[in-house]
């Protein structure tokens, strides 16, 4: 079975400074891996994601994850963040067999500080 | 620009009455799910479908919820009789396998308050 770990609940940091937000995960199985991120209100929205090829993946808003299989982690990270980024951020697994069951972490949420 | 919509947007009822969430996947997709979002349980599978048929409910009440898609353009989520405990944000979130694999696109929710 699959499981998801996000280690930290929340992530407190000061605007224009780095932020590392870790998850690790489970499987069996070969994964696809992703990153959500929630704002208030809203429903979730893909960051990034992990299929295959360059274990290092860039996404959206200057959010970039790095794939580690032998540590079984997927680390999301931003070299500077901005007060828009204070959200709640997903870090999500699904068999890479073509289906689409997806198993979502507990969540960590930023809170960027000016 | 493509989205899931969800209706209604905000529900509160009275224990007891049946609720019924609606939901309108992206054109194309196949795929749909149900999410619960609680502050207790974070975002929980209820069900999802693929090509209109049920693939996985097993994280759904069985005695009161039930999950139904009647068209391609319709999902719909019921929980006959609610209760307080069905309070929660609930999520509608459609994808393909084809083109962007693996990603759901998520709807606004239904934020539901059971008196």
């Known amino acids: 079975a699959q499981s998801v770990t996000q280690l930290d609940s929340q992530v407190p940091v000061f605007e224009e400074a780095p932020v590392e937000l870790r998850c690790n995960y489970s499987?069996?199985?070969?994964?696809?891996l992703f990153w959500y991120v929630q704002y208030p209100n809203q429903g979730l929205q893909l960051l990034l994601k992990?299929?295959?090829?360059?274990?290092l993946v860039k996404g959206i808003n200057g959010f970039e994850a790095e794939f580690n299989k032998s540590q079984t982690s997927f680390h999301l990270r931003k070299p500077s963040v901005h007060i828009s980024d204070t959200a709640e951020y997903f870090c999500?697994?699904?068999?890479?067999?073509?289906?689409?069951?997806?198993?979502f972490g507990a969540g960590t949420r930023l809170f960027v500080k000016a | 620009d493509a989205r899931v919509t969800q209706t209604p947007r905000h529900k509160v009822t009275e224990m007891g009455q049946e609720v019924t969430m609606r939901c309108q996947p992206i054109l194309g997709h196949n795929t749909v799910f149900w999410y619960r979002q609680t502050m207790m349980q974070g975002l929980e599978l209820l069900a999802y479908f693929r090509n209109r048929a049920p693939l996985d409910d097993s994280g759904m009440p069985k005695d009161r919820f039930s999950a139904e898609m009647p068209d391609a353009t319709l999902a719909t989520l019921k929980i006959q009789p609610s209760e307080p405990r069905d309070s929660a944000v609930y999520f509608c979130a459609s994808g393909s396998l084809a083109g962007s694999v693996g990603t759901q696109y998520f709807g606004p929710g239904t934020r539901l308050l059971v008196l």
């Open positions: 992990y299929l295959s090829g360059s274990t």
């Open positions: 499987s069996s199985v070969s994964v696809y």
């Open positions: 999500a697994v699904s068999e890479g067999t073509g289906g689409f069951k997806t198993i």
